[in-house]
């Protein structure tokens, strides 16, 4: 059951991610140098030797207090990595909180609501970036030797991201001839649709929204079995990554530049309305967006979510 901790100050609505424990696993947690653990983990994912040295104690103290935190649930692996020539699992936190509850959960004063978060992870976490962005590549590729224009609003999605982040780590955006098996394994956000993107083109037909090669590229929604042919129209999907099934993928397309800049737009004016499920189905999460040209310029301004 996801979960905040909510905070409603004068002004604004702050939340955290939070996990409901138990006490026993909360137990790990009376040691101050676990504290101490947790402490670094919340800033970023670290490996028990970079704990060790950071807080100045024996590894093998670190690693005891890790297998304790990873058996409680409290921590977990994120990603393993070469640290010196071998294989270091990187361990994070499950949820930046943990809370115990001593009674049950009752119907509270409806506060403000908080912007939802839930599409955005785990695409971020704990203010980290924690998924490789690709795009389609602007050169002629895949078999139409289609260019992508939608590159560029990878920019505008990566702005809009940051609003999210403490930090970036590394460089996190490839094209799509550049992603290889390990870019593929993560959780992943593509930029654009199957004729300029080859990644989302091997994801179309898992997708329960999709695009139809058959009919011009037409959008097909198989939560409503409805058909949209705008080329303003664009796709959100949040699904789990077929490459991976571990992990997550975000599908941001349209059917012509247009239309995934119609998403962008949704994105950056409307995300607490696109951060809902399916208007025919609110446990899918599968958007679909038309473009609107308000002011008769040729150029897609506005919006509509139409499922």
């Known amino acids: 059951m996801a979960m905040h901790?909510?905070?409603?100050?004068?002004?604004?609505?702050?939340?955290?991610?939070?996990?409901?424990?138990?006490?026993?696993?909360?137990?790990?947690?009376?040691?101050?140098?676990?504290h101490k653990i947790l402490l670094e983990l919340a800033k970023s994912p670290s490996y028990p030797i970079a704990l060790a040295k950071k807080l100045g104690v024996h590894e093998q103290k670190v690693y005891y207090h890790i297998r304790n935190l990873e058996k409680a649930r409290i921590v977990q692996v994120v990603k393993t990595d070469s640290v010196h020539g071998a294989a270091a699992n990187f361990y994070g936190l499950v949820e930046p909180a943990f809370v115990i509850a001593y009674k049950e959960f009752q119907e509270a004063l409806k506060l403000e609501e908080p912007v939802s978060y839930s599409l955005l992870e785990p695409f971020i976490e704990n203010g980290q970036l924690n998924a490789a962005i690709i795009v389609g590549s602007p050169d002629p590729h895949g078999p139409e030797k289609a260019r992508s224009r939608d590159g560029y609003y990878g920019i505008d999605f990566a702005l809009f991201l940051g609003s999210f982040l403490n930090t970036i780590q590394g460089l996190n955006v490839k094209l799509d001839t550049e992603a290889r098996t390990e870019d593929l394994q993560k959780n992943i956000i593509l930029i654009g649709g199957p004729v300029v993107n080859s990644v989302t083109a091997s994801l179309n037909m898992k997708m329960p929204i999709r695009f139809n090669k058959?009919?011009?590229?037409?959008?097909?929604s198989t939560v409503s079995n409805k058909e949209y042919h705008s080329d303003e129209a664009g796709i959100i999907v949040k699904m789990k990554n077929p490459f991976n099934k571990k992990k997550f993928a975000l599908i941001i397309a349209g059917k012509r530049h247009s239309g995934t800049r119609a998403v962008m737009i949704a994105f950056i004016k409307h995300f607490k309305e696109i951060a809902k499920g399916n208007k025919f189905n609110d446990k899918v999460f599968a958007k679909i967006i038309e473009g609107i040209d308000l002011d008769s310029d040729g150029i897609v301004d506005e919006i509509e979510i139409v499922e």
């Open 5 to 34: 901790i909510v905070n409603k100050t004068k002004d604004k609505v702050i939340s955290l991610p939070a996990k409901e424990v138990t006490y026993k696993q909360l137990k790990p947690l009376t040691s101050e140098l676990a």
């Open 214 to 220: 058959e009919n011009n590229w037409s959008i097909y």
